[in-house]
């Protein structure tokens, strides 16, 4: 079966940093984009970043340009978040996200993590 999981989530001031990890299982991961997803309540799922099969290829959204960076490691089946200069409003449950498809459409991913929570107070 498939799994992807998140960890890495915690409290943080502003200001400060966190490195999320997400590993996968179940899937050739070489084959797959990688992307991660963000959720605060009473909000939409929104994209952050995403990385392509070979790290060739980046993209993050405007929010986070500069403060995030995405990376993986093929052989580990693990792609990371690090997360700089955290601000309140970075707050969400984080989810890492693989598709065939290089996107920032959410309804194009094929598999999901169930999230793990990031805090950043003021």
């Known amino acids: 079966q498939v799994q992807l999981v998140e960890s890495g989530g915690g409290l943080v001031q502003a200001g400060g940093s966190l490195r999320l990890s997400c590993a996968a299982s179940?899937?050739?991961?070489?084959?797959?984009?990688m992307a991660w997803f963000r959720q605060s309540p009473g909000k939409e799922r929104e994209f952050v970043g995403i990385i392509n099969r070979s790290s060739g290829g980046i993209y993050y959204t405007t929010s986070v340009k500069g403060r995030f960076s995405i990376s993986r490691d093929n052989a580990k089946n693990t792609i990371y978040l690090q997360m700089n200069s955290l601000k309140p409003e970075d707050t969400a449950v984080y989810y890492c996200?693989?598709?065939?498809?290089?996107?920032?459409?959410?309804?194009?991913?094929?598999?999901w993590g169930k999230g793990t929570q990031v805090a950043v107070s003021s």
């Open positions: 179940g899937i050739t991961f070489s084959n797959y984009h």
């Open positions: 996200a693989a598709s065939d498809r290089y996107s920032t459409i959410r309804t194009l991913y094929d598999y």
